[in-house]
């Protein structure tokens, strides 16, 4: 992943909203925004593996070759 910002210079972070909040999310002032900054509870999420790629499969591995050559 490429990096947009120095590390420790980031000034973005990520929103998650409700369907019934996108419009006003959509139309909102920079001051408005601290409305937004609450916990998503971790119970409405869920996390799904990533398939891997066949670049990553391929990186994975040339790494454990090496790792059994030390």
Same mark, same amino acid.
Not at 11 to 19: E, G, K, T
């Given at each position: 992943?490429?990096?947009?910002?120095?590390?420790?210079?980031?000034?973005?972070?990520?929103?998650?909203?409700?369907?019934?909040?996108?419009?006003?999310? *959509?139309?909102?002032?920079?001051? /408005? #925004?601290? %409305?937004? *900054?609450?916990?998503?509870?971790? /119970? #409405?999420? %869920?996390?799904?593996?990533?398939?891997?790629?066949?670049?990553?499969?391929?990186?994975?591995?040339?790494?454990?070759?090496?790792?059994?050559?030390?």
């Amino acid at each position: 992943m490429c990096r947009f910002h120095k590390p420790g210079a980031e000034n973005r972070s990520v929103f998650i909203l409700r369907p019934e909040q996108y419009d006003y999310w *959509l139309g909102c002032s920079t001051t /408005d #925004e601290g %409305a937004f *900054l609450n916990l998503f509870p971790a /119970d #409405e999420m %869920a996390a799904t593996p990533a398939p891997i790629s066949a670049a990553s499969s391929r990186a994975s591995g040339w790494r454990n070759r090496l790792a059994s050559i030390e």
